[in-house]
């Protein structure tokens, strides 16, 4: 919707594109700025500030066609044009989350999480459609129409800070540890001191792993089912609505397998058949060969995501969850943007439309291995308590 709405406004394609730039580019550095201060200056604080930023965001694109206002507000705001979370939210939630739950819950609160973020997402954006067709109906313009979706984004921003402002001080790094940990933290430019080289790995591999995924990001995958079987927009549609909706219920299904066969075990066991399946689609005679293949693809396709949320929390220190999960998400978000680049010019020629798939699947699957190496040896709390208590109950049991 915001790229109609820009160029409705009067942008041109040049300065639409510019401004989406600069607006990803302000939401990394702002989303990495706050998350590395939460753990110190309060989450619930910083959520707050995420959320204000957001309503303002919207506010500014909703009233006004000045270039240079749009551009501070892109650049500063919250505003997401990618249809992805962006800001501050989704690293400082799961550090809150991981605060408030134990080391044997944590994993499947995390996939409850992902279960109601990939429905809210799925909805967000069917209703999104739903509203603007309802809205065809009035005597607005089309601009107009689009210009009430963005002031919609700006209530939620503003109803998103009114729920923050309600969180109990339970989500808060508050223990006395954590205070006295604060001062070794303060004074790292990235919030990080002993979890440095952790994050570190992990980042890196988590930005290999979405740099892989930017080949095949759904509006590429959609375009790809354009070019290849030329599928209707409406179509497109109801196949990726499904495709998120079994992404999310893949979540619950993971912290059942974690629980019994580890945390790194199961995001590698589950990615890995997950990318052949991705490699497979483009082999499909078939476009419903090809869907199903897809389908399939998602409904285990997402089960490493609230297992490495779930993982990157548990091996950092309490005190560094914010920061841990901020840096590691920007690293994902940069990763993901640089692929992009490549595959457009690998659309360009028909014949080499299926190979962002080969890419994605294979540069996945190196790091799913890379993975397994680095940090199967690596095990979360409950998984050392877990064999601990078997350790002992086992000459008992002889």
């Known amino acids: 919707m915001l790229v109609f709405y820009l160029t409705g406004i009067g942008l041109s394609a040049p300065q639409t594109g510019t401004l989406l730039t600069l607006t990803l580019v302000g939401d990394t550095v702002v989303s990495l700025y706050l998350s590395t201060r939460a753990d110190r200056i309060g989450r619930r604080r910083t959520l707050l500030i995420g959320a204000a930023l957001m309503a303002a965001a919207g506010i500014v694109f909703a009233s006004t066609n000045t270039l240079w206002l749009l551009v501070l507000a892109g650049t500063v705001g919250v505003i997401s044009p990618s249809g992805n979370e962006v800001g501050p939210f989704l690293p400082i939630e799961q550090a809150a989350l991981s605060h408030v739950s134990t080391d044997r819950t944590r994993t499947e609160l995390l996939a409850w999480y992902t ?138 299904l993971a912290s059942r397998l974690a629980s019994r066969f580890g945390l790194i075990k199961t995001m590698v066991a589950t990615h890995v058949p997950s990318n052949i399946l991705l490699i497979l689609v483009p082999l499909m005679p078939t476009l419903w060969l090809a869907v199903l293949t897809l389908l399939a693809r998602f409904s285990i396709s997402q089960m490493d995501v609230p297992t490495r949320q779930s993982y990157l929390m548990a091996v950092v220190s309490p005190e560094e969850r914010s920061a841990a999960a901020g840096i590691a998400g920007v690293a994902r978000t940069v990763g993901a943007a640089i692929s992009p680049i490549c595959v457009g010019f690998l659309f360009a020629r028909h014949t080499l439309i299926n190979l962002p798939f080969f890419i994605a699947g294979t540069l996945k699957i190196t790091y799913d291995v890379l993975l397994y190496r680095a940090f199967v040896s690596v095990q979360p709390p409950e998984e050392i308590q877990r064999l601990d208590a078997a350790a002992v109950k086992e000459p008992a049991d002889l």
């Open 115 to 252: 279960l109601v973020g990939s429905f809210a997402t799925a909805f967000g954006a069917l209703m999104a459609g739903m509203a603007t067709r309802a809205l065809h109906a009035t005597a607005l313009t089309p601009t107009s129409r689009y210009r009430a979706i963005v002031i919609l984004y700006a209530v939620l921003g503003a109803t998103l800070a009114g729920l923050f402002s309600r969180l109990s001080h339970a989500v808060e790094a508050t223990t006395q540890v954590e205070k006295k940990a604060w001062h070794a933290t303060f004074a790292s430019l990235f919030g990080l001191d002993r979890s440095l080289d952790v994050v570190a790995k992990l980042s890196a591999l988590f930005a290999l792993n979405a740099f892989a995924g930017g080949f095949v990001i759904q509006s590429f995958a959609a375009y790809w089912f354009y070019l290849r079987f030329g599928v209707d927009p409406v179509t497109l549609g109801t196949i990726f609505f499904w495709a998120n909706i079994f992404a999310g219920l893949s979540a619950l």
